[in-house]
């Protein structure tokens, strides 16, 4: 059985920084695209960074790209966002996700298939 489970979330002052974390088990884990996504109440999941099965690619949406850095552990099969220069339009559920794909330019949710149960950011002004 496929678990995630993110952690690292939590409340932080605009300027600051987190890393979040995402333990994964039953799943091939170096061979697997890795994804974060963030989602606020009444809008739609959104694409933050995927990283390929090797880590030697990596792709960040353009609100995210020089404050987020998404990395990978295959040792340790953990996916790490770690969030610098936070700003409160960051706070939301934050969310790891996997897709068997050798691509990781892959930013629709919707193709994605498992999903850990999120962590909550929030940035405060």
């Known amino acids: 059985q496929v678990h995630l489970v993110e952690s690292g979330g939590g409340l932080v002052q605009a300027g600051g920084s987190l890393r979040l974390s995402c333990a994964t088990s039953?799943?091939?884990?170096?061979?697997?695209?890795m994804g974060w996504f963030r989602q606020t109440p009444g809008k739609a999941r959104e694409f933050v960074a995927t990283?390929?099965?090797?880590?030697?690619?990596?792709y960040y949406a353009d609100s995210v790209k020089g404050r987020f850095t998404i990395s990978r552990d295959n040792v340790r099969n953990t996916v790490y966002l770690q969030m610098n220069s936070l700003k409160p339009e960051d706070t939301a559920v934050y969310y790891c996700?996997?897709?068997?794909?050798?691509?990781?330019?892959?930013?629709?949710?919707?193709?994605?298939?498992?999903w850990g149960q999120g962590t909550q950011v929030t940035v405060s002004s």
């Open positions: 996700a996997t897709h068997p794909s050798l691509d990781a330019n892959i930013r629709s949710p919707s193709l994605y298939r498992y």
């Open positions: 990283i390929s099965w090797g880590g030697g690619s990596t």
């Open positions: 039953g799943l091939p884990f170096s061979s697997y695209t």
